[in-house]
């Protein structure tokens, strides 16, 4: 891979990762919000109920928290490790489908900031399994 695909590839996830970083900042807030959501459009969108659900919390943690952190690790370990970066997107693309599918299926209800989150990371993963393929790529013709 040459190093300008690489550091274009690495700006690419990095910039993915503070939007995520972002997203998941606001669905946390939202996670300690006690006051009506600013997201809460209709009966299927309401981020207030998604964040206030039992879901919304893994071992006591707040999964938006998660996300955040999630979101920095793969930001610092863009650029140097392709293969481990691609695999913890792979994670958190998982992990966010499987959130996504709760939403669906056990809330009824859509938040915006984390559908917006599962656009993020399966773009990130994409462009993660991309860098991963190059530098493989590159790593056997030298």
């Keep these: 891979m040459t190093s300008a695909i690489k550091a274009t590839l690495t ?43 039992p879901y919304a919390t893994l071992g006591g943690v707040p999964v938006a928290l998660v996300g955040s952190v999630g979101y920095a690790l793969l930001a610092a370990f863009a650029g140097r490790l392709p293969r481990t970066t691609a695999l913890m ?12 599918w709760i939403e669906w299926k056990k809330l009824g209800v859509w938040c915006i900031y984390c559908v917006t989150s599962q656009g993020i990371i399966a773009t990130l993963f994409v462009v993660a399994i991309l860098s991963a393929v190059l530098a493989r790529r590159r790593a056997r013709s030298d």
């Design 11 to 53: 700006a690419v996830i990095v910039v993915l990762c503070l939007a995520g970083v972002i997203v998941s900042g606001l669905a946390l807030g939202e996670h300690y919000n006690t006051r009506p959501s600013p997201c809460s459009i209709n009966d299927k969108w309401d981020c207030g109920i998604v964040n206030h659900s």
């Design 89 to 100: 997107a792979l994670i958190g693309l998982l992990f966010s489908l499987r959130l996504t």
